[in-house]
């Protein structure tokens, strides 16, 4: 997989290179490029914003950096081109699924108080938000959705079942998880995780997803139960 980032803040995108997608990056499995807009600026300056028409407070990025920055990173548009803003689809792990079998994506990322409309209309193949709320720009939403994605190709963690079994790949949350001393500040792990019976484990972590959904995150148990009625 190919991934393209298009930024006027390319340093930003060093703490991908860490941890498990750094690895990713290493084996071959993501090859990752950070290109920078303002390279693409006309102006001598190299400046890629301006005051917005009609008024109004701060500045506006100007398209023509962003247009000839898309078309030479992508020029035949091989890439799916993703904008990152908060008026796109909510991305969600089936997003994140349907995102990690591209071949070649495209995030480019907005900064100050937004991006001519111009540059979306003829840049975007989509918009991406990661939630109601305004960033003061596309970066961070754009590496939080690359490390969801990349969890799904295969390679990328440690072990092909890892991204199935964590939260929201079901509608719940994660069960507990723990790990040595088996006791520490007074506190045990759970008998039946020490049993060694197998089946006894998976009822109990099945259970202990259930009961946290229930009480932190209710709202899915519902999102599950409205989706399974339109289906009927």
Known sequence: MTINVLTLFPEMFGALRCSVIGKAIEKGIVSLNVVNIRDYSHDKHLKCDDYPYGGGVGMVMT????????????????????YLSPKGERLTVAKARAL???????????????????????????????????????????????????????????????????????????????????????????EVLVSGHHENVEKWRRAQSEKLTRKLRPDLLKRENTETEEKA
């Open 63 to 82: 398209p023509q950096p962003i247009f000839d920055a898309v078309r030479a990173v992508d020029p035949e548009h091989l890439c799916r081109r993703i």
């Open 100 to 190: 990690s079998s591209q071949e070649n994506l495209l995030f480019w990322c907005g900064h100050y108080e937004g991006v001519d409309q111009r540059a979306i209309d003829l840049c975007a193949d989509e918009e991406l938000s990661i939630g109601d709320y305004v960033l003061t720009g596309g970066e961070l939403a754009a590496m939080v959705s690359i490390d969801a994605l990349l969890r799904f190709v295969p390679g990328v963690l440690g072990s092909e079942f890892s991204a199935e079994d964590e939260s929201f790949s079901a509608p719940s949350l994660e069960y507990p998880q723990y790990t040595r001393p088996r006791v520490f500040e007074g506190l045990e792990v759970p």
